[in-house]
């Protein structure tokens, strides 16, 4: 009988989402018959790339939140609206274009 295993990719990524340490996962790996070289490294690769998404993630906030800012300016300076709707646009749009650049920003750094 053959048991279906989970790539070990997988489960590493698992540990990490689950909140494990590093040496955590690095014990885990050893005691499952890995080197503790390749665990390391393993383990470091797995932590660039879950980074790597966060940051791809941060950016696409920052330039969306950026973009929001732009309308605003835009919007204001050629008063496209009627006088009631005003502050709406000038503090409204740039307050949520600042808040989505921000949280790009969280996630970035």
């Known amino acids: 009988m053959v048991t279906k295993q989970e790539p070990l990719r997988d489960q590493v990524s698992n540990w990490l989402e689950d909140g494990q340490g590093r040496e955590e996962i690095i014990a885990s790996l050893v005691a499952r018959g890995q080197d503790?070289?390749?665990?390391r490294e393993f383990?470091?690769?797995?932590?660039?790339?879950?980074?790597?998404?966060?940051r791809a993630q941060g950016l696409a906030l920052i330039l969306g939140g950026g973009c929001i800012c732009f309308l605003?300016?835009?919007l204001t300076i050629t008063s496209s609206f009627t006088q009631g709707s005003?502050?709406?646009?000038?503090?409204?749009?740039?307050?949520?274009?600042i808040v989505v650049?921000?949280?790009?920003?969280?996630?970035?750094?």
């Open 36 to 39: 503790e070289r390749f665990a």
């Open 43 to 54: 383990v470091a690769e797995a932590v660039k790339l879950r980074d790597a998404k966060r």
């Open 72 to 74: 605003s300016f835009i």
């Open 86 to 97: 005003f502050p709406y646009v000038l503090y409204g749009l740039t307050s949520v274009g």
């Open 101 to 109: 650049v921000f949280s790009g920003f969280m996630k970035v750094f």
